[in-house]
């Protein structure tokens, strides 16, 4: 059966950058250049939702919260699925599946992203 295994996330600052990878196991080629592919997100608190589509036809959809600031692209020869995603905001911050979208196989375990407003700080110690 297939299985997807997202790598990426992380914490970092609003503003900041991150980019998903999405790798797709157990699943031929031709099957998987057929598939229409999607990134999810599921925030706490809330159900997971559908942000990016990468289509079998090459075409590409964003929800309205993410448009003109995550890309979704994939590279099907290495069955992999990515998220570039920019200008990243608080409320951006939920763990992060890929799937496909018509079929939904079994879920992989997600990559956490984190932003927040603060910095993550610098630690100063001083000693005699």
């Known amino acids: 059966q297939a299985q997807f295994v997202e790598s990426g996330g992380g914490s970092v600052q609003s503003g900041g950058s991150l980019r998903l990878s999405c790798k797709a196991q157990?699943?031929?080629?031709?099957?998987?250049?057929?598939?229409?592919m999607g990134w999810y997100r599921q925030a706490p608190g809330k159900q997971r939702e559908l942000i990016a589509s990468?289509?079998?036809?090459?075409?590409?959809n964003y929800a309205d919260s993410v448009k003109g600031r995550f890309t979704i692209s994939r590279d099907n020869g290495r069955r992999t699925v990515y998220l570039q995603m920019n200008s990243l905001e608080p409320e951006d911050t939920a763990v992060y599946y890929c799937?496909?979208?018509?079929?939904?196989?079994?879920w992989g375990r997600g990559t956490q992203v984190t932003v927040s407003s603060w910095g993550q700080g610098t630690q100063v110690t001083v000693s005699s």
């Open positions: 799937n496909s979208i018509n079929t939904l196989r079994s």
């Open positions: 157990r699943m031929i080629l031709s099957t998987f250049i057929s598939e229409d």
């Open positions: 990468s289509f079998a036809s090459r075409n590409t």
